[in-house]
């Protein structure tokens, strides 16, 4: 049985030992960004003044602005998720610090005519509750229209969302007139459609739901909580080949925690049933039998890529530190309701 005080001490041993390895906080680029939101939430639960003290030393470092974001025009959603974190520590933590460079990109965003540059999913995660949190903060529903423009056009124009199996293909390069799996199935990359997943729910949990695309967020939603709890493989895993498990059978954390998240708070926010809770704690407990260590480092984590692969037990990676953070707190709230 899970408990509260057992999810602070596996929060508390998975962040310090990521901290600990890296004594500098690094860039602001999408896979450091993504263990910045698990920080985040670290500090919330367990109230560490030097988790606090990490992250603001990061956001200085990085002068408070997007990964590579000269003449603040920036499109690339992977440079944008460090602002969610940035927004965090000024308006929940009381961190000193600037404004400047989110507005002025924002603004230019907003005035951009281009809605076709989220060609790859992991935007869906990288920047969609970016793009809506700064709508929703400046009153500017440019910007939650500009979201749903690039979300439908991935979606719809580049033909992303297959209907039939309601999983989501990487980029084009992957939709099934062009690419198969090694027995001829579609190729849904699990960490592409966790991404996607993931990142719907925490647009859910920001998104009044009179908002106008809600609806569309919550359908798309649902049907891949469907969709992802038949490819759950017996040991509680998501293999990085949703349809064809086989193909690389070795276990694989990151696309399995960000499904687990998808689905926690997906149950949490009332969108899913209990059902989905189940299956969730069947990943998670999976993710603390095989590749949590002791000493708090994370295993089994495929490296950065683009499609289904190998993986190895030793190989781990920030994004995946990150995202068990916010599983942990998903859980610890369940708890607390």
Not at 30 to 43: K, S
Request: proline content about 4%; overall charge negative; aromatic content about 12%.
């Amino acid at each position: 049985m899970i408990s509260i005080s057992d999810l602070k001490k596996r929060m508390e041993r998975v962040n310090d030992y990521w901290i600990e390895q890296n004594p500098e906080p690094g860039d602001c680029a999408w896979e450091r960004a993504a263990y910045f939101l698990g920080n985040t939430v670290a500090i919330e639960v367990l109230g560490k003044p030097r988790y606090l003290e990490y992250a603001a030393k990061w956001a200085r470092a990085n002068d408070w602005n997007f990964y590579d974001n000269a003449g603040h025009q920036t499109t690339n959603a992977d440079n944008l998720i460090c602002g969610e974190t940035y927004l965090d520590l000024m308006n929940e933590y009381g961190i000193p610090g600037k404004m400047e460079h989110i507005r002025t990109t924002m603004e230019w965003t907003a005035r951009d005519t281009h809605n076709d540059y989220w060609w790859w999913v992991d935007t869906m995660y990288m920047a969609l509750n970016f793009y809506n949190r700064m709508g929703l903060l400046l009153n500017d529903h440019r910007l939650i229209d500009k979201a749903y423009r690039l979300y439908l056009n991935a979606k719809e124009e580049r033909r992303l969302y297959d209907r039939e199996e309601r999983l989501w293909f990487r980029d084009e390069n992957f939709l099934p007139e062009v690419a198969r799996t090694a027995g001829g199935r579609k190729v849904f990359w699990a960490r592409g459609n966790g991404w996607v997943f993931a990142g719907l729910a925490r647009t859910l949990r920001t998104l009044p739901a009179e908002q106008k695309y809600y609806n569309e967020y919550k359908s798309v939603f649902v049907s891949m909580a469907d969709a992802l709890e038949k490819c759950q493989c017996e040991d509680g895993f998501w293999r990085t080949s949703l349809l064809e498990p086989q193909e690389y059978p070795m276990p694989e954390t990151s696309g399995t925690v960000l499904t687990v998240l998808g689905m926690l708070m997906g149950v949490r926010l009332g969108i899913l049933p209990e059902r989905y809770m189940e299956c969730a704690l069947r990943g998670f407990d999976a993710l603390n039998r095989e590749a949590v260590e002791e000493s708090g480092r994370i295993g089994w984590v495929q490296v950065v890529a683009l499609k289904p692969g190998p993986v190895k037990k030793e190989a781990s990676n920030d994004y995946a530190v990150g995202t068990y953070l916010l599983v942990c707190r998903e859980l610890i709230a369940c708890l607390c309701q």
